[in-house]
């Protein structure tokens, strides 16, 4: 098991994965210079495409003496420092006690490690010793002796290869972190795409394709979350790259705060992608001996398109970055009341929706915002985790026995990081609450934010979650994040480290999700911030499914699925049938068959449905059950592009063995002389026989013959195609 060598005599570092090569090289002045990442390349080392000219006003290091042909401001290079004659997006930004910024990283040493490295505080892909190897190279800034180690996971069978990156601080004198890039990756060649993914609350990861020009283009979040706006996930695409051919690369940042992805195009048309924490607001200052830790990055290579890219990441992800018993088993089928009542309900109104809802075969009852304090809208009562027994009619722990008593799950909705002004807490601790003495704080849903960074504050709203948890027999925990974070000022932090505290703060939330997924492993926690707001890599080390959007429409669900789907696998989307929020009327079972291409379950009021309606959701869960392991475990195939918005949007799951396959498609318009339509399938044995609603076919005849849909009769009408090897 060798996947990352060391070739001593040309100085190269050589990574491998399955189907990727990843190449760097120690050269003149022991600069670390990247060489190549991209499909394998036998034995061959890159060593002889690096471009050493003359050209104007791009400096030489001073050991280079009169050789005008060696600059680092042409150079790809491994990891970018500010101030040395690199004018590009720099990785790494340091101001010392001497006000200065200037940083010369040169290579000092490496080491290889079995197994794949952890990150003290922060989440990251883990992998046992024979699935993994770690290489650790050391750069030295000899005159302020700053040490910065770059770190590489090689996950050789998923073909991940992750990166990651500490600071450390040998030198007596502090020095202030003004950006610490998780990624730097030079790409000497190619004409590339940038693909992100943008949005809004209730429409999140659109996906955007555009091609990289000149200059740099970049997204990010600057909201203290990850945000609805810009997703942690990018891509770079050969600009023919498509789902089934051309080369891509993916990026995803495990991390859930302040993050920026950037692209630049350089004078010599090379191209540089960063991407960490956003350096806006960002400082962290490291005292002698003192480590700084970088989140992580997950890259992928693919030169067979971006499904191939996708079902890495979910396998990854699935496998990799989500913990816990729930990680692989089953999650119950779940009802949860928001969209059936909102703040207006009773114990009894509660218990005759669980009832209706058991009767129906669903397994898991959710008690949504309201059920606590003074909370009957959303002005008041975040903070007071106290359960309100008077509007339940009950304690808490009654209505669990109640709801367990017709056999289903009982799960409730917590926001634990958010304060209302009109709260016992605000009032006994209104210095808990982001806001900026002598400023009046911005409002978001009439809420403020909890200083997470502090553990005082943390283990506070610990303690209230725990008096209430411990009693009550809660299999489930919705944990939601309602507003954008502003007015950030920590009261217990100086003023030299108040650009601390936004990294503070995330760490302080993984924290607090660790301690809380350790003293309950049997609750299952499925993340929220106004549907997708913080739905990232990071964030599912915690929590191992995140509500995906509060966009339940299903045809707008199509493009945000379809989004989510690029990084994310389908057991980490939550997604519920839902009454028709916006107004527009899909078939009950159009809703049901875009709903299980995730986790599965409704939101909606059970005693408004009729007869037909409760049947039908009786034959949906059947369904999915039948089906789950295939959408959870199976690849993911998308066999339309949503965000082109055709007459028809298809998805394909595809066991790993390729034995079975579910197709759903979903007719987005009617047509009068519909022409007909053929959707290829993929990922079958082509010399396989399958059946297709009893008639027998070979998988290259669905591959590529593909199946003839039947004529949309309806407006949104859908279709499951179930196939199995004979
Ligand atoms: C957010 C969530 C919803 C619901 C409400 C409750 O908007 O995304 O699902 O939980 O909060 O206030």
Same mark, same amino acid.
């Given at each position: 098991?060798?996947?990352?060598?060391?070739?001593?005599?040309?100085?190269?570092?050589?990574?491998?994965?399955?189907?990727?090569?990843?190449?760097?090289?120690?050269?003149?002045?022991?600069?670390?210079?990247?060489?190549?990442?991209?499909?394998?390349?036998?034995?061959?080392?890159?060593?002889?495409?690096?471009?050493?000219?003359?050209?104007?006003?791009?400096?030489?290091?001073?050991?280079?003496?009169?050789?005008?042909?060696?600059?680092?401001?042409?150079?790809?290079?491994?990891?970018?420092?500010?101030?040395?004659?690199?004018?590009?997006?720099?990785?790494?930004?340091?101001?010392?006690?001497?006000?200065?910024?200037?940083?010369?990283?040169?290579?000092?040493?490496?080491?290889?490690?079995?197994?794949?490295?952890?990150?003290?505080?922060?989440?990251?892909?883990?992998?046992?010793?024979?699935?993994?190897?770690?290489?650790?190279?050391?750069?030295?800034?000899?005159?302020?002796?700053?040490?910065?180690?770059?770190?590489?996971?090689?996950?050789?069978?998923?073909?991940?290869?992750?990166?990651?990156?500490?600071?450390?601080?040998?030198?007596?004198?502090?020095?202030?972190?003004?950006?610490?890039?998780?990624?730097?990756?030079?790409?000497?060649?190619?004409?590339?795409?940038?693909?992100?993914?943008?949005?809004?609350?209730?429409?999140?990861?659109?996906?955007?394709?555009?091609?990289?020009?000149? !200059?740099?283009?970049?997204?990010?979040?600057?909201?203290?979350?990850?945000?609805?706006?810009?997703?942690?996930?990018?891509?770079?695409?050969?600009?023919?790259?498509?789902?089934?051919?051309?080369?891509?690369?993916?990026?995803?940042?495990?991390?859930?705060?302040?993050?920026?992805?950037?692209?630049?195009?350089?004078?010599?048309?090379?191209?540089?992608?960063?991407?960490? +924490?956003?350096?806006?607001?960002?400082?962290?200052?490291?005292?002698?001996?003192?480590?700084?830790?970088?989140?992580?990055?997950?890259?992928?290579?693919?030169?067979?398109?971006?499904?191939?890219?996708?079902?890495?990441?979910?396998?990854?992800?699935?496998?990799?970055?989500?913990?816990?018993?729930?990680?692989?088993?089953?999650?119950?089928?779940?009802?949860?009341?928001?969209?059936?009542?909102?703040?207006?309900?009773?114990?009894?109104?509660?218990?005759?929706?669980?009832?209706?809802?058991?009767?129906?075969?669903?397994?898991?009852?959710?008690?949504?915002?309201?059920?606590?304090?003074?909370?009957?809208?959303?002005?008041?009562?975040?903070?007071?985790?106290?359960?309100?027994?008077?509007?339940?009619?009950?304690?808490?722990?009654?209505?669990?026995?109640?709801?367990?008593?017709?056999?289903?799950?009982?799960?409730?909705?917590?926001?634990?990081?958010?304060?209302?002004?009109?709260?016992?807490?605000?009032?006994?601790?209104?210095?808990?609450?982001?806001?900026?003495?002598?400023?009046?704080?911005?409002?978001?849903?009439?809420?403020?934010?909890?200083?997470?960074?502090?553990?005082?504050?943390?283990?506070?709203?610990?303690?209230?979650?725990?008096?209430?948890?411990?009693?009550?027999?809660?299999?489930?925990?919705?944990?939601?994040?309602?507003?954008? +974070?502003?007015?950030?000022?920590?009261?217990?932090?100086?003023?030299?480290?108040? !650009?601390?505290?936004?990294?503070?703060?995330?760490?302080?939330?993984?924290?607090?999700?660790?301690?809380?997924?350790?003293?309950?492993?049997?609750?299952?926690?499925?993340?929220?911030?106004?549907?997708?707001?913080?739905?990232?890599?990071?964030?599912?080390?915690?929590?191992?499914?995140?509500?995906?959007?509060?966009?339940?429409?299903?045809?707008?669900?199509?493009?945000?699925?379809?989004?989510?789907?690029?990084?994310?696998?389908?057991?980490?989307?939550?997604?519920?049938?839902?009454?028709?929020?916006?107004?527009?009327?899909?078939?009950?079972?159009?809703?049901?068959?875009?709903?299980?291409?995730?986790?599965?379950?409704?939101?909606?009021?059970?005693?408004?449905?009729?007869?037909?309606?409760?049947?039908?959701?009786?034959?949906?869960?059947?369904?999915?059950?039948?089906?789950?392991?295939?959408?959870?475990?199976?690849?993911?195939?998308?066999?339309?592009?949503?965000?082109?918005?055709?007459?028809?949007?298809?998805?394909?799951?595809?066991?790993?063995?390729?034995?079975?396959?579910?197709?759903?498609?979903?007719?987005?318009?009617?047509?009068?002389?519909?022409?007909?339509?053929?959707?290829?399938?993929?990922?079958?044995?082509?010399?396989?026989?399958?059946?297709?609603?009893?008639?027998?076919?070979?998988?290259?005849?669905?591959?590529?013959?593909? +199946?003839?849909?039947?004529?949309?009769?309806?407006?949104?009408?859908?279709?499951?195609?179930? +196939?199995?090897?004979?």
């Amino acid at each position: 098991m060798e996947w990352i060598k060391y070739h001593e005599a040309e100085k190269v570092f050589d990574l491998r994965t399955e189907n990727s090569t990843y190449q760097m090289q120690v050269r003149e002045y022991d600069t670390l210079v990247h060489l190549y990442y991209g499909c394998p390349v036998g034995d061959s080392l890159i060593t002889d495409r690096i471009v050493c000219v003359d050209r104007g006003f791009s400096g030489n290091p001073y050991e280079a003496g009169k050789d005008k042909t060696f600059s680092l401001d042409t150079l790809p290079q491994e990891y970018s420092s500010f101030g040395s004659g690199d004018y590009r997006e720099s990785a790494l930004d340091i101001r010392y006690d001497n006000g200065t910024r200037t940083l010369g990283l040169r290579y000092e040493g490496y080491e290889i490690i079995k197994g794949k490295y952890s990150i003290p505080g922060l989440p990251a892909m883990y992998a046992d010793e024979n699935e993994a190897e770690t290489l650790v190279i050391t750069l030295r800034d000899d005159v302020q002796d700053v040490r910065v180690k770059l770190y590489y996971g090689v996950v050789k069978d998923l073909d991940v290869i992750t990166r990651s990156v500490s600071v450390e601080n040998h030198g007596q004198a502090p020095v202030q972190l003004e950006r610490v890039m998780s990624l730097c990756l030079d790409q000497p060649y190619g004409d590339w795409d940038w693909m992100t993914f943008y949005g809004k609350h209730e429409m999140e990861r659109q996906l955007s394709r555009t091609p990289i020009h000149h !200059g740099v283009q970049s997204v990010g979040s600057l909201r203290g979350a990850s945000s609805h706006q810009y997703n942690p996930f990018v891509m770079l695409a050969d600009k023919n790259a498509t789902e089934t051919s051309g080369e891509c690369y993916g990026f995803s940042f495990l991390y859930s705060g302040n993050f920026l992805a950037a692209a630049e195009k350089d004078q010599f048309d090379q191209t540089r992608l960063i991407m960490g +924490i956003h350096p806006e607001n960002f400082e962290f200052l490291l005292r002698e001996g003192e480590i700084f830790h970088a989140p992580e990055v997950m890259m992928v290579y693919s030169a067979e398109g971006f499904e191939k890219m996708s079902n890495c990441y979910h396998k990854a992800v699935r496998e990799h970055v989500c913990r816990g018993r729930f990680k692989l088993e089953r999650r119950p089928v779940l009802i949860n009341n928001w969209e059936g009542t909102y703040f207006d309900f009773t114990g009894e109104k509660l218990l005759e929706m669980a009832k209706e809802a058991a009767s129906c075969g669903v397994e898991l009852f959710v008690m949504d915002d309201g059920w606590f304090g003074k909370r009957d809208d959303d002005n008041s009562g975040l903070g007071d985790w106290q359960v309100n027994e008077k509007k339940l009619g009950c304690t808490l722990s009654e209505l669990a026995e109640r709801i367990h008593g017709l056999g289903m799950k009982f799960g409730i909705w917590y926001e634990p990081e958010c304060v209302s002004e009109d709260s016992d807490l605000y009032r006994a601790h209104p210095d808990w609450a982001f806001t900026v003495p002598g400023r009046r704080p911005n409002r978001g849903r009439n809420q403020l934010v909890l200083d997470f960074s502090r553990e005082d504050v943390r283990n506070h709203i610990f303690d209230e979650m725990t008096k209430v948890l411990d009693k009550a027999d809660v299999d489930y925990l919705k944990w939601d994040f309602n507003r954008s +974070i502003s007015d950030i000022y920590c009261a217990a932090l100086p003023a030299d480290r108040q !650009g601390e505290v936004p990294h503070r703060y995330v760490l302080g939330l993984y924290e607090f999700l660790d301690r809380l997924g350790k003293r309950y492993p049997d609750m299952l926690i499925e993340g929220c911030s106004g549907g997708g707001g913080r739905f990232d890599a990071g964030m599912l080390h915690y929590t191992s499914q995140i509500w995906c959007s509060d966009d339940t429409d299903t045809i707008e669900r199509l493009k945000i699925q379809y989004g989510t789907s690029f990084a994310y696998p389908v057991s980490a989307v939550g997604s519920h049938v839902s009454a028709c929020p916006t107004g527009r009327f899909v078939p009950f079972e159009t809703r049901a068959a875009v709903a299980m291409a995730g986790t599965f379950g409704y939101e909606l009021d059970p005693a408004k449905l009729s007869e037909e309606e409760k049947t039908q959701i009786r034959g949906q869960i059947e369904e999915f059950k039948k089906y789950y392991d295939v959408i959870h475990f199976g690849d993911y195939y998308r066999l339309t592009n949503a965000m082109e918005e055709g007459p028809y949007a298809a998805w394909e799951f595809v066991s790993e063995d390729g034995n079975e396959a579910l197709v759903s498609v979903v007719a987005s318009r009617v047509r009068a002389n519909d022409p007909g339509v053929r959707i290829r399938l993929r990922g079958l044995k082509e010399n396989q026989m399958y059946l297709v609603n009893g008639v027998e076919y070979p998988g290259g005849a669905l591959m590529h013959g593909g +199946i003839l849909l039947e004529e949309a009769k309806k407006e949104y009408q859908s279709w499951n195609y179930h +196939i199995t090897a004979k």
